[in-house]
């Protein structure tokens, strides 16, 4: 009671007072990140190895068991788990609370390192990928659905191309990862009985085939105020000019290229991802977020363009959104703000009610969205993100 005398004492003070903490916890509420989890730290990596055309069951014992056993030495690691798949080997590591993830990652790559070269001929260095946030999920999930009279493998370039790197550049936009696409390929099919009759192993074609074929960056060249890219190329790179690799035959040592003895022509590699959109066959493009950004603001920004993105694409593929989270953010917001009006509502009735006098009951029954303001402003200062949780916990608080 005493407080609500010296209010009402020095009205002017206590207004400004009060003005000032509402309009820095509202200005603090609107720039709080709004997101659909709590940001949880769970040290964790991930080392991931590919070998081109081999099957899983050889990628398992290959690669995964040796990589395995390399890794269970690693310092704190208190889970290993692996996925063995065609040309891909993944082994995810999960390692005890509170431990230095640096120096688990270095001690990682150290091991790799020491194990590279004995693994076999053919197979790519491992990579390291650390993960420390259970929350680090796609917050959008996009279709890509071709247009009339179009298919996947038409869409695929443009989306693999001009599509992803447009979505790359939008604010916010950590990463994409697109499932579903079609990749072309060029195919040699040998003759083994044209092989046979020549005296050419099936061997010999295909190295020669692959020799034929390279382009690579060597590193670069300055001249001046100039930096050149230095290739190495053999300029090899359409159908016709792979038909006409030239090829020793075994018996008359006559040379014939590659066309005498395959087919070559270009086709659609075997998929390893589909995605379907309301039963139609399409492109899945899943969204992450950068750790700065709030996932209610990157998808707002991904919205605003794709409005601009439909009209240039709409001759090819229609973009769809199939999954949007930030749906229950946006619905704990407004519990939470229905809740903040109930609850001071409720206390002022009641303080009405007991004291008789409507200006205690105005005055404390304000303090709750004072306070609430002050609990904005903490949460912007220390970089707590609003989210599901902590919205639950001060709706309960105030209901």
């Excluded at 044209?194 to 390279?214: D, F, M, N, R, T």
């Excluded at 001249?223 to 000019?241: P, S, W």
Aim: hydrophobic share 50%; with cysteine.
């Amino acid at each position: 009671m005493r407080l609500v005398r010296r209010a009402a004492e020095h009205p002017v003070s206590v207004l400004m007072v009060y003005a000032a903490i509402m309009s820095f916890g509202l200005v603090s509420f609107a720039q709080l990140n709004r997101e659909l989890l709590p940001s949880l730290p769970v040290p964790a990596a991930r080392v991931v190895t590919e070998y081109q055309g081999i099957p899983a069951s050889e990628i398992e014992t290959l690669v995964t068991i040796p990589v395995e056993n390399a890794l269970s030495s690693v310092k704190a690691v208190r889970e290993i788990s692996s996925v063995s798949k065609d040309e891909l080997s993944a082994v995810h590591l999960l390692f005890d609370w509170g431990v230095d993830r640096q120096q688990a990652a270095v001690e990682i790559r150290e091991k790799i390192d020491a194990l590279y070269p004995f693994l076999p001929h053919g197979a790519d260095k491992p990579l390291v990928f650390a993960t420390d946030d259970i929350s680090d999920q796609p917050v959008l999930t996009l279709a890509v659905v071709p247009a009339s009279g179009r298919r996947i493998r038409d869409i695929s370039n443009l989306v693999r191309g001009e599509l992803a790197t447009r979505l790359q550049q939008i604010s916010g936009v950590a990463s994409l990862r697109i499932v579903g696409l079609e990749e072309a390929e060029i195919r040699v099919d040998a003759d083994g009985q044209k092989l046979a009759a020549a005296g050419v192993p099936l061997q010999v074609v295909a190295h020669i085939v692959a020799s034929s074929i390279y382009d690579a960056p060597l590193g670069t060249v300055i001249e001046g105020e100039r930096e050149y890219l230095v290739k190495a190329t053999t300029g090899v790179d359409t159908v016709e000019e792979i038909r006409q690799i030239p090829i020793a035959a075994a018996g008359d040592g006559s040379v014939v290229p590659v066309a005498e003895f395959a087919h070559v022509y270009w086709d659609v590699r075997e998929r390893t991802s589909f995605f379907h959109f309301n039963g139609r066959e399409a492109v899945g493009i899943f969204v992450s977020k950068t750790p700065a950004s709030g996932s209610l603001n990157t998808v707002r920004n991904v919205r605003n363009s794709l409005k601009t993105l439909g009209p240039m694409f709409a001759n090819d593929l229609e973009v769809q959104i199939v999954k949007d989270p930030t749906g229950e953010i946006e619905s704990g917001i407004r519990n939470l703000l229905i809740a903040m009006a109930l609850g001071c509502l409720s206390v002022f009735l009641v303080l009405l009610l007991l004291f008789g006098r409507a200006a205690v009951a105005l005055i404390v029954s304000a303090s709750i969205p004072a306070a609430m303001m002050m609990v904005f402003l903490f949460m912007k200062f220390a970089e707590i993100s609003l989210n599901i949780i902590s919205l639950s916990g001060i709706v309960i608080v105030i209901a």
